[in-house]
């Protein structure tokens, strides 16, 4: 099937899947990060205050996260969808009002739970759910929500700091989520359903089982692949908490810095088309063990045992 048929056939489900990834970014550490200056002055922290709030809030909402990430295999994405994004709008719109600091590690807890928690994992969850022979294609085009806020979202909201308060930014990011619930209902009128699909298609797991989450956790080869997809995240997490530090020891303004991420958008988009084609074409048994070769904590050895 070519591209623009594929597109046309699965618009709306697709496009869902690009808007909650884009979505997510009142809640991912790129957008957060950006108002680091401005919070830490209101609220008169040190960077290793400031530091530790951020990490109490997203450890709270990752523990959170393995039970409420269940929730995605009781409720439909339109159900659910626009729930956690009232949920983002009623967050963000308390951070524009928020004078105490007792509140900031909740409202962190918060923001990282619907926004870089719940958001990303319905996105990612539905592309699964609704994809079988071309997950690996959908998944890349819904992730271009990821790319396209990290691109232009750090450069609009910096330039825009310069012309009004930071607190009515978290405004318009309220307004934008609770906006964007009644069109994810909409899109998702005629949602599809694994029900649906059970008598022409079926996903299954490595061994062709439908693993659960307990299965998962006594297999070596989950434990094997945490450092792989922790590192990564990790790194990033950690250089985007730190853009507006990184632009003052640079010795540059915070907007000339945010304008380089655009080309770390680009190539990531590269990355992220070829490897969604690699893993419709190869599928995952075949891609990781050759990661090997970039990667030495790759579980190679347990793909030869499984």
């Not at 899947?17 to 809640?27: E, N, Q």
Request: glycine letters at 8%.
């Amino acid at each position: 099937m070519r591209l623009t048929d594929y597109l046309r056939e699965n618009a709306p489900f697709l496009t869902v899947g690009a808007m909650l990834t884009f979505l997510s970014a009142s809640g991912q550490t790129y957008f957060i990060s950006i108002f680091a200056g401005e919070i830490r002055v209101a609220f008169g922290l040190s960077h290793g205050a400031w530091g530790g709030i951020y990490m109490l809030g997203t450890m709270a909402s990752a523990v959170v996260m393995i039970w409420a990430g269940s929730l995605t295999d009781r409720y439909r994405v339109r159900v659910l969808g626009p729930m956690v994004l009232t949920g983002m709008a009623i967050t963000c719109g308390a951070m524009a009002f928020n004078q105490w600091v007792w509140a900031l590690p909740v409202l962190i807890f918060a923001l990282r739970f619907f926004g870089q928690g719940m958001m990303t994992h319905i996105a990612v969850v539905a592309m699964a759910r609704w994809f079988v022979a071309t997950r690996g294609k959908a998944l890349s085009i819904a992730s271009f929500g990821f790319a396209f806020g990290e691109a232009f979202l750090p450069m609009a909201v910096v330039a825009a700091m310069s012309m009004t308060a930071w607190q009515n930014l978290w405004l318009v990011a309220a307004g934008i989520s609770l906006l964007s619930a009644p069109i994810i209902a909409w899109l998702l009128s005629q949602e599809r359903t694994p029900a649906s699909l059970a008598n022409s298609e079926s996903s299954v797991g490595m061994r062709g089982n439908h693993w659960m989450r307990s299965n998962a956790l006594r297999h070596p080869l989950f434990w094997c692949m945490v450092p792989a997809i922790i590192g990564p995240s990790a790194f990033n997490t950690a250089f985007f908490f730190h853009q507006v530090h990184f632009a003052q020891v640079k010795g540059i303004e915070h907007l000339i810095f945010v304008s380089f991420f655009p080309i770390f958008t680009a190539l990531t988009v590269i990355v992220m088309i070829s490897a969604g084609w690699a893993l419709d074409k190869y599928g995952t048994a075949r891609l990781i063990p050759r990661a090997a070769i970039i990667d030495p904590l790759s579980p190679n050895l347990w793909f030869r045992l499984t």
